[in-house]
C-alpha cells in the first residue's frame, strides 16, 4: 500500500510543478498604427505565489511564436508581464517602463485581420478584423477572469508593477513639430545680417 502511494506522489510532483504558468491571463492588446510598437500585457491573479515556470514556453500570434527564455521570481501573485516590440523602449512617456520580454521585431499581431494571440496553450485571446484599435491611444482589455471586453486607453504594466501611457501621436508630433519650428525661428534671430 505504502508503495502505491509513494509511486502516486512521485507522478503528481512533476504534473503539478508543470503546470506552474498555466493561471497566467492575456489582459490587453496594443498596436500602433504601423505595428512598429505592439505590446502584449498578461496578469496573473494567485494566491498560492507559483505560476513562475515560463522558461521554454511560447506567446504567439496566427504569425509569430515567441519563446520565454526564463522563468520568473517566485513570487507572481497579482504580477503582470509585459511582452512588447523592441520600439516600445523608445515611446515618450514610456521609457521608465521595462518589457519583461522584448519580441524579435515589429507586427508581432495582426493590425487589420483577425488574429489569436496564445499564452503557452493555457489561455488566448482573439480578436477580428478592425476589433484592435490603432489609433495609437486606446487598447483592447480584458479584466482577469473576465469575457468583457473594452476599448479603454492604453496601461501597459510590467512585472515590477511599472506602468505608463503610450501618449497620443498627434500629441508627441505635434510637440516635436513645435519645437522645430521654434529651433528654426532661433536659428534665424541668430544669423548675421547680410552684406
Known amino acids: 500500500m505504502r508503495a502505491h502511494l509513494l509511486a502516486l506522489v512521485l507522478v503528481l510532483v512533476p504534473l503539478s510543478a508543470s503546470a506552474r504558468f498555466h493561471l497566467w491571463q492575456i489582459t490587453e492588446l496594443y498596436s500602433n498604427s504601423d505595428g512598429t510598437v505592439q505590446f502584449v500585457e498578461a496578469e496573473v491573479v494567485n494566491p498560492s505565489d507559483n505560476e513562475d515556470l515560463t522558461g521554454g514556453k511560447t506567446l504567439s500570434s496566427n504569425s509569430v511564436v515567441f519563446t520565454m527564455p526564463t522563468n520568473l521570481a517566485t513570487t507572481t501573485t497579482t504580477h503582470y508581464l509585459l511582452f512588447a516590440t523592441p ?3 523608445s515611446q515618450p512617456g514610456c521609457t521608465n517602463v521595462t518589457p519583461d ?3 524579435a521585431g515589429p507586427n508581432f499581431m495582426s493590425r487589420v485581420a483577425a488574429d489569436l494571440i496564445n499564452f503557452a496553450n493555457v489561455n488566448s485571446f482573439s480578436y477580428t478584423a478592425g476589433e484592435l484599435p ?3 491611444v486606446n487598447s483592447l482589455n480584458e479584466p482577469y477572469g473576465s469575457n468583457v471586453r473594452t476599448t ?3 496601461s501597459p504594466t510590467n512585472y515590477a508593477g511599472q506602468t505608463c501611457q503610450l501618449p497620443e501621436p498627434a500629441g508627441w ?8 519650428t521654434v529651433f528654426g525661428l532661433a536659428r534665424r534671430r541668430v544669423r548675421p545680417p547680410r552684406r
Open 87 to 89: 520600439a516600445f523602449a
Open 101 to 103: 520580454f522584448t519580441l
Open 134 to 136: 490603432t489609433s495609437g
Open 152 to 154: 479603454a486607453a492604453n
Open 173 to 180: 508630433l505635434g510637440m516635436l513639430a513645435g519645437s522645430a
